[in-house]
Nanobody
Framework: QLQASGGGLVQAGGSLRLSCAAS????????KGWFRQSPGKEREFVAA???????DYADSVNGRFTISGDYATNTVYLQMNSLKPEDTAVYFC?????????????????WGRGTLVTVSS
């Protein structure tokens, strides 16, 4: 029901835009988030957007990443600028079944397959 795409290999300082397309049901009005997981590390919160458009970011990406939603196409984006090698991870999109943002993965009901982002130094 959620499909993330847009990952790839980029040099440090570069940009990528991830997309998360929903199908099978509408997630309009529900909070959506991006999480990432690096090898050997716990999954961590990256960014989220509430059902009313309020956004929240992890400190590590604040000012570099931007989450946005296109409600007409049921798609959520993550624009990633000034990428660093430590941003290398598999990125996952997720959706809650309420409009309120949360920061823990287990509070998200719907998950898509991840997309790999690799940032070279």
């Amino acid at each position: 029901q959620l499909q993330a795409s847009g990952g790839g290999l980029v040099q440090a300082g570069g940009s990528l835009r991830l997309s998360c397309a929903a199908s099978g049901r509408t997630f309009r009005g529900f909070a959506k988030g991006w999480f990432r997981q690096s090898p050997g590390k716990e999954r961590e919160f990256v960014a989220a957007i509430s059902g009313t458009g309020r956004t929240d970011y992890a400190d590590s990406v604040n000012g570099r990443f931007t989450i946005s939603g296109d409600y007409a196409t049921n798609t959520v984006y993550l624009q990633m600028n000034s990428l660093k090698p430590e941003d290398t991870a598999v990125y996952f999109c997720a959706a809650r079944d309420t409009s309120i943002v949360r920061y823990l993965g287990h509070e998200y009901r719907y998950w898509g397959r991840g997309t790999l982002v690799t940032v070279s130094s």
